[in-house]
Nanobody, 126 residues
Framework: QVQLVESGGGSVQVGGSLRLSCEASGDPYSRRFMAWFRQAPGKEREGVAAIASDGSKRYAESVQGRFTISKDNAKNTLYLQMNSLTPEDTAMYYC????????????????????WGQGTQVTVSS
């Protein structure tokens, strides 16, 4: 079993930056593949970025070049550095984990992940 706790959300102005953290605990094997998702009011939950156990990364096109996913294995923590934020980035951000993604191209599909955090809110205002 895996527990995920997000933090770091908040309110920023357009162009600002935030760094989200996701502290993970529980079975290390079950969190070899980790990702960030977000969900805005009235919209589907969407994949933002993912990182595999070998360090390979994937990004949604909408955040490519602005967001960076990383992890610190010693601290069991996943990060999402978000720069150049826009109002379209406003959402609840969730950390997700699973042991394995059979096809890396499916990283953005929420059903690929068994474990989820409670989320942290990010609000970007103009």
């Amino acid at each position: 079993q895996v527990q995920l706790v997000e933090s770091g959300g908040g309110s920023v102005q357009v162009g600002g930056s935030l760094r989200l953290s996701c502290e993970a605990s529980g079975d290390p094997y079950s969190r070899r593949f980790m990702a960030w998702f977000r969900q805005a009011p009235g919209k589907e939950r969407e994949g933002v970025a993912a990182i595999a156990s070998d360090g390979s990364k994937r990004y949604a096109e909408s955040v490519q070049g602005r967001f960076t996913i990383s992890k610190d294995n010693a601290k069991n923590t996943l990060y999402l550095q978000m720069n150049s934020l826009t109002p379209e980035d406003t959402a609840m951000y969730y950390c997700a984990a699973d042991a394995y993604i059979a096809y890396l191209g499916n990283w953005y599909l929420k059903y690929e992940y068994k474990s989820w955090g409670q989320g942290t809110q990010v609000t970007v205002s103009s």
